[in-house]
């Protein structure tokens, strides 16, 4: 990851203030750094001064919390609003659009980490690693013998639905376990050697296993719907690792305990920090608190895409993760 540490003669008007938004904010390490260039309003340190608000020309919004058009209309004066994570379905983008804001979010800062995490997930689901784990840790295995046989990863269909930055890092670590990737997404990547399905209906019944990484929009709010996990069928596994409104999680719950699906590997829900509790008791599914993206490796890389994309925008420079409206 590229990091602009800009001069002292750079081209950035005097000190724009940047308010960061959320507690809790980064480390105090980043915040000084920020402030080495920017007039930094930091919830956790400062008070606001009486027109700082008006004033504010930068947002950075921290983790998932809303950006809505009521947050927009506090700050008259922003000019661009810094995501820190890789989806944006939390800010209002059309009135971003409507008002002129730009809008950044985590670039590919977390793309191998989360890539990483979706292979671990799912050689976790097929080999049962979690559920050994417990059966040693509850005594069983002098009681009850040997744990049942996991599955094979290698050889298995592998359907990506969103071939983007982490989809693509997932595929670059399947193919060498011996995997067959398909994707969708929303057109074709001739630049990738893999086979291209229009719908993700068409790439579930063409696939053993679907890993969910896509960005959450109007268009793929449910996009993992009943009709797609029947496709998938009753040995069929999803992992997903993009938001937990891309998938019907009732009716992924329903599938689940009858026996539809052979299981699941889920780093997102519905309703973070609760999990559909009937969810615990099955051994095929592996549950894990929207972790995917944190190692301190990728923080750092965020922190770098941030100070650029600021540093960027305010010299007039084009931005490093610019998130068009579309
Ligand atoms: O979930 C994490 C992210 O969107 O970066």
Not at 41 to 70: H, K, M, Q, R, W
Not at 119 to 130: A, E, F, K, Q
Request: aromatic fraction near 8%; proline fraction near 6%.
């Amino acid at each position: 990851m590229a990091t602009q540490d800009y001069q002292e003669d750079n081209t950035i008007p005097e000190r724009p203030k940047v308010l960061i938004h959320r507690l809790p904010s980064f480390n105090l390490e980043f915040s000084c750094r920020l402030r080495t260039h920017f007039d930094l309003l930091d919830p956790l340190i400062d008070l606001p001064p009486a027109d700082y608000f008006a004033n504010v020309l930068a947002l950075i919004s921290v983790g998932p919390s809303p950006v809505t058009s009521d947050t927009l209309a506090l700050l008259p004066s922003l000019q661009i609003v810094l995501g820190t994570s890789a989806g944006f379905d939390h800010i209002d983008l059309a009135e971003c659009s409507r008002r002129g804001i730009a809008v950044t979010n985590a670039g590919t800062a977390f793309s191998e980490d989360v890539a990483d995490y979706a292979v671990g997930l799912l050689i976790d689901v097929l080999r049962s690693i979690s559920a050994s784990d417990r059966y040693i840790r509850a005594g069983l295995w002098p009681i009850e013998g040997d744990y049942p046989l996991g599955f094979k990863l290698g050889c298995r269909r592998v359907g990506i639905l969103g071939l983007g930055s982490i989809g693509s890092e997932i595929a670059k670590r399947l193919v060498p376990f011996g995997c067959r990737i398909a994707y969708t997404s929303r057109k074709e990547k001739p630049q990738f050697p893999f086979t291209f399905y229009e719908n993700v209906y068409d790439l579930a019944a063409n696939s053993d296993i679907l890993i969910v990484c896509c960005s959450l929009t109007r268009e793929t709010h449910h996009i993992v719907n009943k009709d797609v996990m029947a496709a998938l069928g009753k040995d069929g596994v999803i992992i997903n690792v993009g938001r937990g409104a891309l998938v019907d999680e009732k009716q992924l719950v329903r599938f689940l305990m009858r026996g539809e699906l052979g299981g699941a590997g889920l780093d997102v829900f519905d309703n973070e920090p609760y999990v559909p509790e009937c969810l615990f008791e099955l051994e095929n599914v592996v549950l894990s608190p929207h972790v995917a993206a944190m190692t301190p490796e990728s923080m750092e890389a965020l922190q770098d895409v941030i100070f650029t994309n600021l540093t960027a925008f305010f010299s007039k420079q084009p931005l490093l993760s610019h998130v068009q409206n579309d």
